[in-house]
Nanobody
Framework: QVRLLESGGGSVQTGGSLKLSCVVS????????MGWFRQVTGKKREGVAS???????????DYAESVKGRFTATRDNRVNTLYLQIDRVDPEDTAMYYC????????????????????????WGQGTQVTVSS
């Protein structure tokens, strides 16, 4: 079991940058899918990025088409934190952002691709709000 705590949201002007953090409590060494999602009030939660982590290795990062080239998901294993770098922000990026985790134990060291479907993730943080002004 893991616990997730996001931070780093706030207000930013169009064209600026923001870096969201998600501190992971608990071990993910056995293999986990990790994802970043966002949700606008009244709309369905959208998966924007996913990656697989196993024994400190990050693999198979995947992004929604709408954010490719602007969003970058990374992880610093020294502080057990997942990040989402958001560049050239746009008002359409305004949303509550969540990180999520789902155990997926690696078999024989295999590194898996991870989904961006929110119903595939068991553990969620409380979210951090990003507001982009024009």
């Amino acid at each position: 079991q893991v616990r997730l705590l996001e931070s780093g949201g706030g207000s930013v002007q169009t064209g600026g940058s923001l870096k969201l953090s998600c501190v992971v409590s608990g071990s993910t060494d056995g293999g986990y899918c990790m994802g970043w999602f966002r949700q606008v009030t009244g709309k369905k939660r959208e998966g924007v990025a996913s990656l697989y982590t196993y024994r400190g290795v990050i693999a198979n990062r995947d992004y929604a088409e709408s954010v490719k080239g602007r969003f970058t998901a990374t992880r610093d294993n020294r502080v057990n934190t997942l990040y989402l770098q958001i560049d050239r922000v746009d008002p359409e990026d305004t949303a509550m952002y969540y990180c999520a985790a789902e155990p997926r134990p690696s078999i024989d060291g295999e590194l898996y691709s991870c989904p961006r479907d929110n119903d595939q993730y068991r553990y969620w943080g409380q979210g951090t709000q990003v507001t982009v002004s024009s």
